[in-house]
């Protein structure tokens, strides 16, 4: 079974410091994506990045970066310079590769909620 | 271009009501998904479809039902509402192919109380 694990219920940060977000996932496939969503006080919820298990590159989107290491079984998100936008709930998911005739269900982790204030 | 669209936003229902919760796509997406989220918790999927007039039970399917007649449409049918079904119900697509796990891509959800 998948699992997806979020350790840090909530995180307080002052605006521009840098936080990173943990993620750490189970499972028994050899082929799986990762995902970071983000669900602002909106609620809505936003998507952020895909990463397969074969590209262990680390990205780097402007103030946002990801961190992939199957060694640890973590997918980790970084905000540097943190910005009172960005708080929100951060939600790591894992989902096993799409074969035919089935669909990329995703398990959830429970969800990080990062505030921060000026 | 307006994506994933639920209706309605918000609904207070009482015990043993029934209601449908729709939900539709323009993005001619083969897959859709009900999720719900309780306070605190991920997201865990109630049902999903790969395609029109196929549909199939997700972690949590108890007390619902679905539909899936058009590629665009996909409700969700509580039959007996119960106070446990007080979530938020988020609905989603996505356009799969194999060896391509296309992201989902959410409606801004229904938030329901049962009282």
């Known amino acids: 079974a998948q699992k997806v694990t979020q350790a840090q219920t909530e995180i307080s940060v002052v605006e521009k410091e840098d936080v990173t977000l943990d993620c750490v996932y189970e499972t028994r496939d050899t082929t799986y994506y990762l995902f970071w969503y983000k669900q602002p006080p909106s609620g809505e919820l936003v998507f952020l990045i895909r990463r397969n298990s074969f590209d262990e590159q680390n990205e780097i989107s402007g103030r946002y970066s990801w961190n992939f290491q199957k060694s640890t079984s973590s997918f980790n998100f970084t905000i540097t310079a943190s910005q009172v936008v960005d708080s929100a709930v951060y939600f790591c998911a894992l989902s096993e590769a799409v074969i035919s005739g089935t669909a990329s269900k995703l398990t959830f982790g429970t969800g990080t909620r990062l505030q921060v204030t000026l | 271009n307006a994506g994933v669209t639920q209706t309605p936003k918000f609904r207070i229902l009482k015990i043993g009501q029934s209601m449908t919760l729709q939900c539709a796509q323009d993005?001619?997406?083969?897959?859709m998904y009900w999720y719900r989220q309780d306070p605190g918790m991920g997201l865990k999927l109630i049902y999903y479809?790969?395609?029109?007039?196929?549909?199939d039970k997700g972690e949590v399917p108890n007390g619902y039902n679905v539909s899936r007649s058009t590629t665009e449409d996909f409700p969700l049918r509580l039959e007996l509402a119960a106070p446990s079904q007080t979530s938020v119900y988020f609905c989603?697509?996505?356009?799969?192919?194999?060896?391509?796990?296309?992201?989902?891509?959410f409606g801004n959800g229904t938030r329901l109380t049962v009282t």
């Open positions: 993005m001619n997406h083969n897959y």
């Open positions: 989603a697509s996505s356009y799969s192919r194999i060896r391509d796990n296309s992201p989902l891509h």
């Open positions: 479809s790969v395609g029109a007039g196929i549909t």
